[in-house]
């Protein structure tokens, strides 16, 4: 069955130093990775994704992620944290072929970045 | 722009009543879609459209109904509240040429809809 985990429900980190929001998948074939930010009483809002093509994927606000094959990771990063990086974090998949390509959804990451 | 409008913003039913959520939506995309969003949970999809005049169950469509009403307009209907439908729903667009679960554009979100059934 096709599966998003993000294992951890909260990540905390001090401003300027480097985050981290992990994401593993379990789908057959290739995927289509996803990640989504949202703000407090706001909605989703669209940061990156991978489809195909370099594994290092850049996206809105600094982020990025790096898509791992091998792992099954779709990790989300920046190199120095801001206090307004603060907020819920969605990872999300699906695949790219075949039958059953709904989008499933991780449960979120609270990212709460310290001043 | 406006981008995705969802209405009303805030709701409180008793058991047994009927609504419509409404969105709308000024991006002149092809897919829309409904979600609700429950603690521990993640989304869950209730509804899609993956184009004006189509339209599909998605994970938990029980208890709903939707209504493309044209390219813009995506409404979800609760035909009898219950308290299990008490969560916070959210209407996305998306374009793409291969729209509803093809879909590889990204989603953009309305501000979401808070419903409690008592």
């Known amino acids: 069955a096709q599966s998003v985990a993000q294992p951890e429900d909260q990540v905390n980190v001090a401003e300027g130093n480097p985050l981290t929001v992990k994401c593993t998948y379990s789908?057959?074939?290739?995927?289509?990775l996803f990640w989504y930010v949202q703000y407090p009483n706001r909605g989703l809002q669209f940061l990156l994704k991978?489809?195909?093509?370099d594994n290092l994927v850049k996206g809105s606000y600094g982020f990025e992620a790096e898509f791992n094959k091998s792992q099954t990771s779709f990790h989300l990063k920046k190199p120095s944290a801001l206090v307004s990086d603060s907020a819920l974090y969605f990872c999300a998949v699906r695949r790219n072929a075949g039958n059953n390509r709904k989008l499933i959804w991780g449960l979120g990451t609270s990212l709460a970045v310290n001043p | 722009n406006a981008g995705v409008t969802q209405t009303p913003k805030f709701q409180v039913l008793k058991t047994g009543q009927s609504m419509t959520l409404q969105c709308a939506q000024d991006?002149?995309?092809?897919?829309m879609y409904w979600y609700r969003q429950d603690p521990g949970m993640g989304l869950r999809l209730i509804y899609y459209s993956a184009s004006e005049g189509t339209t599909d169950k998605g994970e938990v469509p029980n208890g709903y109904n939707v209504s493309r009403l044209n390219k813009r307009e995506f409404s979800l209907r609760l035909e009898s509240a219950a308290p299990s439908q008490t969560s916070v729903y959210f209407c996305a667009s998306s374009e793409n040429r291969r729209g509803g679960l093809m879909n590889t554009g990204e989603l953009f979100f309305g501000e979401g809809s808070r419903l409690t059934v008592l």
């Open positions: 991978y489809i195909t093509g």
């Open positions: 991006m002149n995309h092809n897919s």
């Open positions: 789908v057959s074939g290739n995927p289509y």
